[in-house]
């Protein structure tokens, strides 16, 4: 059974950071591209980032919105995906997914919450 | 910027057949995927590869393209698909996106 769980969501303050972990199971982490995905208060989904797999040189791609301020990490051999978010902005607001969009494994999302 | 353009609602009675389309013109040449979204809940896969159905999925919806659009065709649609749906693709330097979504109505 596939199991996608993430964590390390909260509440920050603009300008802080955060970083978010998710952990994987029941599939082979290191055979997929992760994703992070986020879904903003009553709003549609919004691709975030992506970490390729090894064969692709684990190489990332970041929205225009969160580039330059969010990095995105992987640990194959823990079979986890990381999200650090830095200068985090009232809009970064959201429930962020952990996710293998083109495969449909997901989570069940983790709420961020940027406010003062 | 790309985008993939879904109209924000569609709206069927039960047992009708409900049609939503994702139009972008990297379609042609890129997969199209669909998820939908119940209230409060993690996106589910029920299309992926353009017209390939996931296992658990109902017969009642099928995924189709032509040209430049993708259409998720929900055959007898029932009181329990009424959902967001959204369109996921990805561009022509492979950065993946999501369409706007459709609120689907079914009463």
């Known amino acids: 059974e596939v199991q996608v769980v993430e964590s390390g969501g909260g509440l920050v303050q603009p300008g802080g950071s955060l970083r978010l972990s998710c952990r994987a199971s029941?599939?082979?982490?290191?055979?997929?591209?992760m994703d992070w995905v986020r879904q903003a208060p009553g709003k549609g989904l919004e691709w975030v980032g992506r970490?390729?797999?090894?064969?692709?040189?684990?190489?990332?791609q970041y929205a225009a919105s969160v580039k330059g301020r969010f990095t995105i990490s992987r640990d194959d051999s823990k079979n986890s995906l990381y999200l650090q978010m830095n200068s985090l902005k009232t809009e970064d607001t959201a429930v962020y997914y952990c996710?293998?969009?083109?495969?449909?494994?997901w989570g069940q999302g983790t709420l961020v919450t940027v406010s003062s | 910027s790309y985008e993939l353009t879904q109209p924000p609602s569609v709206s069927v009675s039960p047992g009708q057949t409900a049609r939503i389309t994702c139009s972008g013109d990297?379609?042609?040449?890129?997969?199209a995927y669909w998820y939908q979204q119940k209230s409060g809940q993690a996106p589910v896969m029920v299309i992926f590869?353009?017209?390939k159905r996931p296992s658990g999925i109902p017969g009642r919806f099928s995924g189709s393209t032509s040209g430049t659009m993708a259409t998720l065709t929900i055959s007898g649609a029932q009181v329990e698909d009424e959902a967001d749906y959204y369109c996921?693709?990805?561009?022509?330097?492979?950065?993946?996106?999501f369409g706007g979504g459709t609120k689907l109505t079914v009463l």
């Open positions: 996710a293998s969009a083109s495969q449909g494994y």
């Open positions: 029941g599939f082979t982490f290191s055979d997929y591209h």
């Open positions: 970490t390729r797999n090894n064969v692709n040189s684990y190489t990332t």
């Open positions: 990297a379609l042609p040449k890129k997969y």
């Open positions: 590869e353009d017209t």
């Open positions: 996921y693709s990805t561009d022509s330097n492979d950065t993946p996106l």
